[in-house]
């Protein structure tokens, strides 16, 4: 699935995606009830809320007008003196997909999971919001709340890892910093314009070239900080946030991802667009 909807932009994501791709067909059937799909008017998204899914773990799809954005993104959490580790290894609490505006479609459009153990919990809540069909404009909006149930004070460090593709292409992008605050991406070969807003603001923020923030959390490591604009090429961002927990506290993240399609990008009819983007993702496929 993440061939399909991704894009790959180097020999060893190629081979990934070919062998999720592989494990997807082995495995054709209902999803896992871990894989939620999501969708709202021209969007749709996949969070995997487990690493035992054949895909991972991470929002793993970011579709909108039919066109993939994202490559993936998700969060990894340090607590005390420990690793860097994916939040789902925390341990699955709960999970629910829900609808939350079904007066404009009545698709899942909001996934919440609980992860922890028995001294920290770690609330996630992340739901899409689609637009006009055509207008290549969507949002996603995610709160994550970490709170600490032991007996002692707890150092967290929380990151987010975000690596769009922009266009389904995974090349050509930029991505800089706007202000503390807000990260922007762009797709130079102009189909479409990415911000992301977090309170509060970001302690450690990096902009780099994939795999280059993959690798140090993949290692279990924190970020480091490079605020310098990247690209374009297939860029990829990480944000930090490193906080001191009281007993019974919590730290309350909230971020927005808004996508805007770039308005001078003529948008076909209806019927013939879905035979176009695949042409042209096959055309993408055949050129890496
Ligand atoms: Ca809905
Ligand atoms: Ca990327
Ligand atoms: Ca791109």
């Given at each position: 699935?993440?061939?399909?909807?991704?894009?790959?932009?180097?020999?060893a994501?190629?081979?990934?995606?070919?062998?999720?791709?592989?494990?997807?067909?082995?495995?054709?059937?209902?999803?896992s009830?871990?894989?939620?799909?999501?969708?709202?008017?021209?969007?749709?998204?996949?969070?995997?809320?487990?690493?035992?899914?054949?895909?991972?773990?991470?929002?793993?799809?970011?579709q909108?007008?039919?066109?993939?954005?994202?490559?993936?993104?998700?969060?990894?959490?340090?607590?005390?003196?420990?690793?860097?580790?994916?939040?789902?290894?925390?341990?699955?609490?709960?999970?629910?997909?829900?609808?939350?505006?079904?007066?404009?479609?009545?698709?899942?459009?909001?996934?919440?999971?609980?992860?922890?153990?028995?001294?920290?919990?770690?609330?996630?809540?992340?739901?899409?919001?689609?637009?006009?069909?055509?207008?290549?404009?969507?949002?996603?909006?995610?709160?994550?709340?970490?709170?600490?149930?032991?007996?002692?004070?707890?150092?967290?460090s929380?990151?987010?890892?975000?690596?769009l593709?922009?266009?389904?292409?995974?090349?050509?992008?930029?991505?800089?910093?706007?202000?503390?605050?807000?990260?922007?991406?762009?797709?130079?070969?102009?189909?479409?314009?990415?911000?992301?807003?977090?309170?509060?603001?970001?302690?450690?923020?990096?902009?780099a070239?994939?795999?280059?923030?993959?690798?140090?959390?993949?290692?279990?490591?924190?970020?480091?900080?490079?605020?310098?604009?990247?690209?374009?090429?297939?860029?990829?961002?990480?944000?930090?946030?490193?906080?001191?927990?009281d007993?019974?506290?919590?730290?309350?993240?909230?971020?927005?991802?808004?996508?805007?399609?770039?308005?001078?990008?003529?948008?076909?009819?209806?019927?013939?667009?879905?035979?176009?983007?695949?042409?042209?993702?096959?055309?993408?496929?055949?050129?890496?």
């Open positions: 699935m993440r061939m399909l909807l991704g894009a790959a932009s180097t020999p994501r190629a081979l990934q995606g070919l062998t999720v791709l592989a494990l997807t067909l082995l495995l054709a059937g209902p999803a009830a871990t894989s939620f799909v999501l969708g709202d008017q021209n969007a749709t998204a996949v969070v995997n809320t487990e690493e035992s899914d054949p895909d991972g773990s991470g929002m793993l799809s970011w909108v007008d039919g066109t993939e954005q994202l490559f993936e993104q998700w969060f990894y959490l340090q607590a005390g003196d420990g690793d860097y580790q994916r939040i789902d290894t925390y341990g699955l609490v709960g999970e629910q997909g829900s609808d939350t505006n079904a007066f404009v479609d009545d698709r899942l459009d909001t996934v919440a999971v609980r992860y922890g153990g028995s001294d920290l919990t770690i609330d996630l809540t992340l739901t899409l919001r689609g637009a006009a069909p055509g207008s290549g404009a969507a949002d996603v909006a995610e709160t994550v709340v970490i709170t600490n149930t032991a007996q002692e004070a707890i150092s967290i929380l990151v987010q890892y975000v690596d593709d922009l266009g389904f292409d995974s090349l050509a992008d930029v991505v800089e910093l706007v202000d503390g605050h807000t990260v922007r991406q762009v797709d130079t070969a102009g189909t479409s314009i990415f911000e992301e807003v977090v309170t509060p603001g970001a302690d450690v923020i990096q902009l070239l994939f795999p280059d923030v993959a690798d140090l959390l993949d290692a279990g490591l924190g970020l480091e900080d490079a605020r310098d604009p990247a690209g374009p090429d297939d860029v990829a961002f990480g944000l930090q946030w490193d906080v001191l927990l007993p019974g506290k919590s730290f309350v993240l909230s971020k927005d991802k808004r996508l805007e399609g770039v308005s001078s990008v003529p948008v076909p009819a209806p019927a013939v667009m879905p035979l176009l983007l695949a042409a042209g993702a096959f055309a993408l496929r055949r050129q890496r």
